[in-house]
């Protein structure tokens, strides 16, 4: 009989810095998003926009993605929207 050799093993793949603030941007904006725009629950958005300042985030960036981009479950089109908007400033 044959044992699996792979069990427990983990593929590892790096993920790079700025790869990881964009996720986190991302994230941020679609949690602020369904809180102004699909529950209409201003004490949550106001919670969200309290995480950003504590995680001294920016905020062009975030209003960018909330605004820039029509659908925000799109990663392509954010990926796109952010790219955008980081080549100017």
């Known amino acids: 009989m044959a044992t699996l050799q792979s069990v427990g093993r983990k593929i590892l793949t790096y993920i790079s810095p700025s790869a990881k603030e964009q996720s986190a941007y991302f994230k941020i904006t ?3 998003s369904e809180a102004q725009f699909y529950l209409g629950n201003r004490f949550q958005e ?3 926009w309290q ?3 504590d995680r ?3 905020v062009s960036r975030i209003e960018n993605l909330l605004y820039g981009c ?3 479950d799109d990663e392509v089109a954010m990926t796109e929207a952010d790219d955008d908007f980081m080549s100017k400033k």
């Open 46 to 48: 106001i919670y969200l």
């Open 70 to 72: 029509s659908f925000h």
């Open 51 to 53: 995480e950003v300042a």
């Open 56 to 58: 001294d985030m920016d």
């Open 30 to 32: 679609r949690d602020i």
